[in-house]
């Protein structure tokens, strides 16, 4: 098992920034990768960011991508999301997620999820 607590949510007006982090504890020394979803009201859950526990494979979603930043920091067995620029449309709520096998953008490919927190940013 692997659990993961988030936190670093809140309320930003648009072009502040936030930094998310997310952290992993039981079971990680099989980690292959970490990822950064989020849910709006009434949508889906889509991909944000994924890092690979060796650091060797990054990717974003391309509506984020120049304004986030995806790392981590293995001593602490912790990622982050640092989030700049922000816009409206990045309003949801955010969720850190955990893969011991090879993942990369869809949700089904995690296998353990953090309770997600709340980003709320106004125009």
């Known amino acids: 098992q692997v659990q993961l607590v988030e936190s670093g949510g809140g309320s930003v007006q648009a072009g502040g920034s936030l930094q998310l982090s997310c952290a992993a504890s039981g079971r990680t020394f099989s980690t292959y990768a970490m990822g950064w979803f989020r849910q709006a009201p009434g949508k889906e859950r889509d991909f944000v960011a994924r890092i690979t526990w060796s650091g060797d494979s990054i990717y974003y979603a391309d509506s984020v991508k120049g304004r986030f930043t995806i790392y981590k920091d293995n001593a602490k067995n912790t990622v982050y999301l640092q989030m700049n620029s922000l816009k409206p449309e990045d309003t949801a709520v955010y969720y850190c997620?955990?893969?011991?096998?090879?993942?990369?953008?869809?949700?089904?490919?995690?296998?353990?999820w953090g309770q997600g927190t709340q980003v709320t940013v106004s125009s």
């Open positions: 997620a955990h893969t011991n096998r090879r993942a990369g953008s869809r949700a089904n490919e995690y296998d353990y």
